[in-house]
């Protein structure tokens, strides 16, 4: 499995402006959300998530791309994670495919997803996760 690439991939990119954004409870987005700094999401996201940080609160839901530097999830997501340092909270419940450079997974995560590794030196490394409360330390 090789990669994804996209052309502004905010893994390599740093932003001039940080800020902090949400989207709340109730809310739902079909399509493109790009946002500086920090994006919390509360509400449903049907589409591409772009920013420095995303966090998905324990109420919110994403289902389709996450990309950025660092990933909470505390809530639903079903898509690819595109991510640096990701964090799937107690409580998370992600299937899909994760792309990483720090992966944690809290006891309680239910994780049904492939995972490969972005590591510095180039060097990749995947595997999968299937059920819940799997840890994988790299």
């Not at 940080?18 to 449903?44: Q, Y």
């Not at 809530?75 to 792309?99: M, P, Y």
Request: glycine fraction near 14%; charge should be negative.
């Amino acid at each position: 499995m090789s990669q994804p690439t996209h052309p502004s991939d905010p893994l390599t990119l740093t932003s001039a402006k940080s800020g902090r954004s949400h989207l709340t409870v109730g809310a739902k987005l079909t399509g493109d959300l790009n946002s500086p700094g920090l994006m919390e999401l509360l509400g449903h996201v049907d589409g591409k998530v772009t920013a420095d940080s995303i966090s998905i609160e324990d109420v919110g839901s994403v289902v389709g791309e996450l990309w950025a530097n660092s990933v909470a999830i505390k809530g639903h997501f079903e898509g690819t994670i595109n991510g640096g340092d990701v964090r799937l909270h107690a409580g998370a419940k992600v299937s899909g495919e994760i792309f990483y450079r720090t992966l944690l997974i809290e006891y309680g995560a239910e994780v049904n997803s492939s995972c490969s590794s972005r590591a510095r030196n180039g060097d990749n490394t995947s595997g999968s996760v299937g059920g819940a409360d799997q840890t994988l330390d790299r």
